[in-house]
């Protein structure tokens, strides 16, 4: 964590901007675009302050180096982004891209996803990263020439890769079923977390319909009205303060759901030991039979049954100089294979280990940041109830003089 | 016991109580109903036992209501509970709305026994004390239908001439006291009945929010326990938050009703007030017009006349009464939903403080360890 960028260099998402322009088709969108802010941290001389730089991004170069980390880094469980749209909304908030909340609290997210990028001991010495938050112009086509998504895998084929491997690690197949579940749970507990925001509002501000009658009441009462009409105001202030108590929930609730998100880099980095253990076992095939190939036409025995076995019998045997020919040729292909195997077995190995490397670090920050997360909650709570007790004393007092 | 009546007058004093509980269902070939059991326990010398227990139907109620307002028809008589509830979807004999009437009914019966007048009411007293043949009986005697429809008649007649004109100003303030206070009752007894539904709908949810966090704990290790926590502290503000609904629907429900029901009992008290002055000046703008006889109809007149006097005073009292207890009523049962909301609350915080305790105690043994 010492050499890490965070170190080095603050970074914000300080700001977010509409705008209007064209997009690849030609028509004209409205988007949002985000400053980006960094300043080196060495102590500059006399106090002074290092010079800040910026400049602006949009939501979808975001998108692209993440896609871009994930594709080169892909034993590295990497950071997720906010989410593109409002998820999980209790009906005051809206899911409305451009409002004014939800890009606020994008705003916050893609600076946290930076800053988890810049803290990560591998990814913050990426090249095209530091790019990202300090070349504006061109960095896009820096990104297309690395050629990265060249080497992404294709959805089939991992997917075929998860049906069909054989012996994946236990580890990851374990660490995939966790990461099922979380994701599962999360999910639920959003959607349920939600739902009860939505039925607290109506609580608080239901009680705000006291106020304007204990006033009209108030006016036709002697010894009554004073204690009515103070009750009021503080049944206008104990619906009014349900407000900001939701508002700071949301931040609960995005960080939760950044844990949802990351559930997904766990999944990548499981699927992506899959296909490595898949083609592992397919290249450990695929040399076997070549092996018994070749055994079969240096003896002639024939074991397994084979068209040209069977053409061959029918036809006539090939001559031994052809067959000589056959035999050089698996004989180099089995030597190429059996390299290729070699290094295949180590890369696996190397990937299983620096994966569970990056999956343990992972694994000691997600239990620190959730475990923050709930005292964070149970924080918000214990504030939410002193002002409730807060304003019922007053209302008590009130009602009591009445 | 938030249901059982509170004190009006002198406390010390009372010597007479009362109660009703215990509702049995009684099935008949024409009919199927409800009885309930009113006890009775008094020092009195006019009773001849020092208890009573009697089964009473919501008839009797309505029977002995008709009897007091006739006896003393400016007088306000306390609100019975309605014949059925149109809104809602409850069953005319769900357990709810038989232990709501049942609450409603002992309630009725001890402001009755609270009130100086009513309370040596001799209908009253044949309610609490005769068995059911007795009190069938004594039900046929009394004006007989035809006499009371020709009363009714008489009235609207009187009403229609209003009795307004020469109202007394006190009792045109009265009026508008009733008219506002009416509107503002109704629409305080609607807040109530939403805020009432509102927390339930947040009970309903509560419900599911906690266990979520319990669920979630058996796939972690090291935050199972933080996970654990926090779906306890949730559980228990639930429970805490359905303490909270059942003082609504003990307390604050019950009173606004009775005094949306006590709205239209005020109306209909200073209507009969009216007919009463109406009846009055009809037969004094009727003499106007005669020259002779004057001396004849002057006994009738001055006994109208100490009626309307009788009937003014017997009201003005008893507004003043109803107003001082309707505000002690009122203020009872705010205070009692403030303290309600205070101890969810309190609840509320002390579990929630017990938890963050719990946590920051780890991490500070995890920073030494």
């Given amino acids: ?402 | 016991m938030i249901n059982q009546y509170k004190f009006e007058d002198e406390p010390e004093l009372r010597d007479l109580f009362i109660t009703v509980d215990d509702p049995e269902s009684h099935i008949t070939a024409i009919e199927t109903f409800i009885t309930y059991r009113v006890v009775t326990k008094t020092s009195r010398g006019e009773f001849d036992s020092s208890e009573y227990e009697v089964r009473r139907r919501y008839q009797d109620f309505l029977w002995l209501k008709s009897k007091l307002e006739e006896a003393h028809p400016t007088l306000i008589i306390p609100p019975l509970p309605e014949k059925f509830i149109m809104k809602g979807m409850v069953e005319r004999f769900s357990d709810e709305f038989i232990e709501t009437r049942r609450k409603a009914l002992h309630k009725f019966l001890n402001r009755i026994a609270d009130h100086p007048t009513l309370t040596f009411n001799e209908d009253f007293k044949i309610f609490l004390t005769a068995q059911a043949w007795e009190l069938s009986s004594h039900k046929k005697q009394g004006p007989g239908l035809l006499s009371r429809m020709g009363q009714t008649v008489r009235a609207v007649a009187s009403s229609v001439r209003g009795g307004v004109k020469n109202r007394p100003e006190i009792f045109t303030e009265m009026n508008d006291y009733v008219e506002i206070f009416s509107q503002k009752i109704n629409v305080l007894d609607k807040i109530a009945h939403r805020i009432y539904k509102e927390e339930r709908e947040y009970f309903n949810e509560m419900k599911e929010y906690g266990p979520i966090h319990t669920l979630w704990s058996a796939s972690e290790e090291d935050i199972a326990d933080s996970l654990k926590g926090v779906a306890s502290c949730i559980n228990k503000c639930c429970k805490a938050t359905e303490k909270r609904m059942a003082g609504l629907s003990e307390n604050l429900l019950p009173i606004l009703h009775e005094y949306v029901l006590y709205s239209d009992i005020l109306m209909g008290v200073l209507k009969r007030r009216d007919q009463i002055q109406g009846e009055l000046d009809c037969r004094v703008d009727a003499l106007a017009n005669k020259k002779t006889e004057k001396d004849l109809f002057s006994e009738e007149i001055g006994k109208l006349e100490d009626k309307v006097e009788c009937a003014n005073n017997a009201l003005k009292a008893d507004w003043d009464r109803w107003k001082q207890n309707m505000q002690c009523d009122m203020r009872s049962t705010f205070t009692n939903v403030a303290e309600n909301n205070l101890h969810y609350y309190e609840e509320c915080l002390a579990t929630w403080e017990s938890f963050l305790a719990s946590q920051t105690v780890d991490l500070h043994v995890e920073e030494d360890s």
């Fill in chain 1, 1 to 402: 964590m010492e050499d890490c960028l965070a170190k080095k260099m603050e970074i914000t998402v300080s700001e977010a901007e509409k705008r209007t322009g064209r997009n690849a088709m030609n028509m004209q969108e409205t988007y949002t675009a985000y400053l980006i802010e960094t300043r080196a941290v060495e102590p500059q001389s006399e106090g002074q302050c290092a010079p800040v730089d910026s400049l602006w991004r949009r939501y979808s170069e975001f998108e692209l180096l993440r896609n871009y980390l994930s594709v080169t880094y892909p034993h590295i469980v990497v950071p997720p982004l906010p989410e593109k749209r409002a998820d999980f909304v209790w009906h005051k908030l809206s899911a409305d891209n451009m409002d004014p909340d939800f890009v606020e609290r994008r705003r916050i997210g893609l600076e946290n996803f930076l800053l988890r990028v810049a803290s990560h001991p591998v990814l913050c010495q990426d090249k095209i990263f530091y790019s990202f938050l300090t070349q504006e112009g061109g960095w896009k086509e820096m990104v297309n020439e690395t050629g990265f998504q060249l080497k992404a895998d294709s959805r089939l084929k991992a997917l075929n890769a998860t049906f069909r491997v054989k012996n994946p690690d236990k580890r990851f197949t374990e660490l995939k079923h966790y990461s099922d579940e979380l994701q599962s749970v999360i999910s639920h507990l959003l959607r349920v977390r939600a739902r009860v925001a939505d039925r607290l509002y109506g609580v608080y501000k239901v009680h705000g319909n006291y106020g304007r009658v204990f006033s009209e009441w108030s006016a036709i009462e002697k010894e009554m009205g004073d204690g009515l009409q103070s009750a009021g105001h503080h049944m206008d202030v104990y619906a009014a303060s349900i407000d900001d108590i939701l508002e700071e929930e949301e931040h609960y609730a995005d960080q939760l759901k950044e844990y949802l998100f990351y559930a997904e880099a766990l999944r990548a980095v499981c699927r992506k030991h899959e296909l490595m253990q898949y083609d592992l076992e397919m290249a450990a095939q695929d040399l076997t039979s070549k092996k018994q190939q070749c055994e079969e036409l240096a003896t002639g025995t024939v074991r397994t049954f084979s068209l040209k076995g069977m053409t061959s019998k029918l036809f006539g045997q090939e001559t031994p100089e052809q067959r000589e020919a056959k035999i050089k040729v698996l004989e180099e292909q089995i030597q190429e294979g059996e390299e290729q195997l070699k290094s295949k077995n180590l890369e696996g190995r190397d990937f299983v280990k620096s994966a569970w490397a990056d999956i343990e670090r992972f694994k000691e920050q997600k239990n620190h940041d959730l475990k923050e997360a709930l005292i964070n909650y149970a924080v918000m709570q214990i504030s939410m109830c002193k002002k409730g007790i807060q304003v019922w004393t007053n209302a008590k007092e009130c009602f009591s003089k009445m």
